[in-house]
């Protein structure tokens, strides 16, 4: 029996790449995309897949409904979707604090809540996060992804420690920069939601927008998503999974400064990456 995992975010970047990296080493991959077109696109590629949007319950109710009709055994969930919310914590409107929480927090929980009880039944499975290098330590212009992705840490390290002796097993995978559409995808959302009129960092914002718009790799060390279907397989296939799996030079570099630099030094240095 192949071993199942279920994916979100499917459509692009590492969702997409991890998809077709699994199913090439004989997984049976449930991709899903929020988007119709992105589904069709999916099938057309050889997977498996239906729509799921973590925003909503309901569309996690359909796809749990879905895995069941197609399956008695979810060995593993991939919690990946997510974006990023720029703009300077002073000026993030309320909607775009719940809606970056939405997807990024609240739906990745909502749906690992639906696939525990299954798991436990199992008696094993495999949760794996896609947090960030962001949440472990911060940047400016990044405070509500921040925040979202330490609310992400703190849930993880709890669920590793309730799931003791369940047989299910919890990884958070922390990239770095890695190559996808998450700067061009956060660009609309950017220019939607911040009010750059009226804000003090209006020249700062000018710059971020350029960056946004940028196609390839702006930051340096950037690596392709094989790097996170390298640490996702280990996350998988290991009988001994890590709590977490750094990705990038970057996350190395800032997962150890973090715990040995002082914060005054620590905060010059991530005001200038
Ligand atoms: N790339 C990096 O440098 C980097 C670094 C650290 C962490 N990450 C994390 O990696 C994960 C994947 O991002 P990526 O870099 O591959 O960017 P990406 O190419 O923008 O992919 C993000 C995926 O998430 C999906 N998504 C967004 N909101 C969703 C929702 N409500 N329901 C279901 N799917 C939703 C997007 O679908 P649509 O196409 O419909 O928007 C897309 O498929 C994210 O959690 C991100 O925070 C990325």
């Known amino acids: 029996m192949p071993k199942t995992i279920l994916i979100t975010g499917c ?11 699994l199913k090439k080493r004989g997984y049976r991959v449930f991709a899903t995309a929020r988007k119709k077109k992105d589904v069709q696109m999916l099938s057309k590629r050889g997977l498996e897949s239906f729509q799921l949007d973590v925003d909503y319950t309901s569309s996690i109710r359909n796809a749990m409904k879905e895995i069941q009709k197609r399956t008695k055994r979810l060995d593993a969930l991939f919690n990946n979707a997510g974006y990023s919310q720029v703009g300077a914590v002073e000026d993030i409107p309320r909607d775009a604090m719940r809606a ?6 609240f739906g990745a929980l909502e749906l690992a809540n639906a696939v525990i009880p299954l798991m436990r039944k199992q008696k094993s499975g495999r949760i794996i996060w ?9 940047m400016p212009m990044r405070g509500i992804y921040n925040a979202s992705k330490f609310a992400m840490e703190g849930l993880v390290d709890t669920l590793r420690l309730e799931l003791e002796g369940s047989g299910i097993q919890v990884s958070l995978i922390e990239p770095g920069p890695v190559r996808s559409k998450v700067r061009k995808n956060a660009l609309p959302i950017f220019r939607r939601t911040i009010d750059k009129k009226n804000s003090v960092y209006q020249q700062t914002y000018r710059e971020l927008e350029e960056k946004l718009k940028e196609e390839g790799p702006v930051a340096p060390f950037t690596l392709g998503p094989e790097a996170v279907l390298k640490k996702l397989i280990h996350a998988l296939e290991s009988p001994n999974p890590k709590a977490r799996y750094y990705v990038t030079f970057p996350t190395y570099l800032f997962g150890f400064l973090r715990k040995v630099l002082p914060i005054r030094v620590l905060d010059f240095l ?3 990456v």
């Open 130 to 138: 896609n947090s960030s290098i962001l949440g472990l330590v911060a």
């Open 11 to 21: 459509s692009s970047g590492i969702g997409l790449h991890c998809a077709l990296g």
């Open 270 to 272: 991530l005001k200038r």
């Open 100 to 105: 970056q929480f939405e997807t990024n927090v």
